[in-house]
T-cell receptor, first 114, second 114 residues
Framework: AQSVAQPEDQVNVAEGNPLTVKCTYSVSGNPYLFWYVQYPNRGLQFLLKYITGDNLVKGSYGFEAEFNKSQTSFHLKKPSALVSDSALYFCAVRDRTGGFKTIFGAGTRLFVKA | KAGVTQTPRYLIKTRGQQVTLSCSPISGHRSVSWYQQTPGQGLQFLFEYFSETQRNKGNFPGRFSGRQFSNSRSEMNVSTLELGDSALYLC?????????????FGPGTRLTVL
């Protein structure tokens, strides 16, 4: 069965510092991995995805994510955090056995302090 | 291009009643998925529709149902409401059912069951 784990409920970082939001996954086949962000009282917004190819994926708003097959991880990163990055971040996965059904992690709340 | 719209945005019902939520996907998008978001359970997949057919279903009781119309608009219905059904219900659309397709989310309908 597919599953996604986001081990940190909350991540705190100072503005200007690098940030990392962690995600590990479990699927039967090759994973299709996604990151989404949710701002208060809004739906989720797509940030980036890994399908195949280069392990470092670049996305919106300066975010990037690193796919590591051996560690089954897909951590979200940004070199320099902004206060406006404060939000709830979700990692998600699909694979061929699950079809188009998307499994989301529990979410990680990011606080960026000025 | 207009985003995903959901109506109504807020809804208050009492136990035992039923409710219908509506979702209009982005123009040209043919796949619509529904999710329930709660603080305790996070984002849980309800079902997915494509070409007016339910293609995937999550682990929810039969009180939760949905449908999709020929213009890709979708509705979900919850009958015999329970207190535990209080949640944010999110609709997401995708161009098609490709595993690499990202989803575009609406702002959600916040349902409160009293």
């Amino acid at each position: 069965a597919q599953s996604v784990a986001q081990p940190e409920d909350q991540v705190n970082v100072a503005e200007g510092n690098p940030l990392t939001v962690k995600c590990t996954y479990s699927v039967s086949g090759n994973p299709y991995l996604f990151w989404y962000v949710q701002y208060p009282n809004r739906g989720l917004q797509f940030l980036l995805k890994y399908i195949t190819g280069d392990n470092l994926v670049k996305g919106s708003y300066g975010f990037e994510a690193e796919f590591n097959k051996s560690q089954t991880s897909f951590h979200l990163k940004k070199p320099s955090a902004l206060v406006s990055d404060s939000a709830l971040y979700f990692c998600a996965v699909r694979d061929r056995t699950g079809g188009f059904k998307t499994i989301f992690g529990a979410g990680t709340r990011l606080f960026v302090k000025a | 291009k207009a985003g995903v719209t959901q109506t109504p945005r807020y809804l208050i019902k009492t136990r035992g009643q039923q409710v219908t939520l509506s979702c209009s996907p982005i123009s040209g998008h043919r796949s619509v998925s529904w999710y329930q978001q709660t603080p305790g359970q996070g984002l849980q997949f309800l079902f997915e529709y494509f070409s007016e057919t339910q293609r995937n279903k999550g682990n929810f009781p039969g009180r939760f149902s949905g449908r999709q119309f020929s213009n890709s608009r979708s509705e979900m219905n919850v009958s015999t409401l329970e207190l535990g059904d209080s949640a944010l219900y999110l609709c997401a659309s995708s161009l098609n059912r490709g595993l690499d397709n990202e989803q575009f989310f609406g702002p959600g309908t916040r349902l409160t069951v009293l």
